[in-house]
């Protein structure tokens, strides 16, 4: 839904403002934009985002795989895709962030490399050959040819 069918009270709602910005964000495949609306969101409006992160996580990751050479900081994508933020009043960077984008970059398939100053990279070359959706950890195997339908139906329905 667009903000043309909106009544102009609704368009002035803090909420219904930070949606709109946020449809136009995945939309338009804005992932700097959608995670900087994912830091400020009010209400539960975080809980709608969720739907949509690891989704604009691997557009942006495959895109900045695409587009920089040779390395990008992991620090950088860490801040950039919501995993880490700086303390407020302070340049240390959150390692438990820091960490989590590291494991989901490993998920996803990402080459690591680490710089001369021990700071983690992507490469950005090898990476874009390689990143991938995991399938999801919880979903079920459909490779059992014994599961049909059919012989399911028949064996439940004595």
Same mark, same amino acid.
């Given at each position: 839904m667009s903000?043309?069918?909106l009544t102009e009270e609704a368009k002035k709602n803090k909420? /219904?403002?930070?949606?709109? %910005?946020?449809?136009a964000a995945v939309t338009s495949g804005n992932y700097v934009m959608f995670f900087k609306l994912y830091k400020t969101a009010p209400n539960l409006n975080t809980c709608l985002m969720d739907l949509y992160v690891?989704? @604009?996580?691997?557009?942006? /990751?495959?895109?900045m795989s695409r587009?920089?050479?040779p390395t990008v900081p992991? #620090?950088?994508i860490a801040e950039v895709l919501g995993f880490? #933020?700086?303390?407020?009043?302070?340049?240390?960077?959150?390692s438990d962030g820091l960490e989590e984008c590291v494991e989901w970059l490993k998920a996803h398939g990402a080459c690591l490399t680490v710089d001369s100053i021990g700071? @983690?990279?992507?490469?950005?070359? %090898?990476?874009?050959s390689s990143l991938c959706i995991p399938e999801p950890e919880d979903a079920v195997s459909h490779v059992d040819a014994s599961l049909a339908v059919n012989d399911f139906l028949t064996?439940? #329905?004595?």
């Open positions: 903000g043309k069918r909420a /219904v403002k930070h949606a709109l %910005a946020v449809r690891e989704k @604009m996580r691997y557009k942006a /990751v495959n895109c587009s920089y050479r992991v #620090s950088y880490s #933020s700086t303390v407020e009043g302070n340049d240390q960077k959150d700071e @983690m990279q992507l490469d950005t070359k %090898a990476s874009s064996r439940t #329905s004595l």
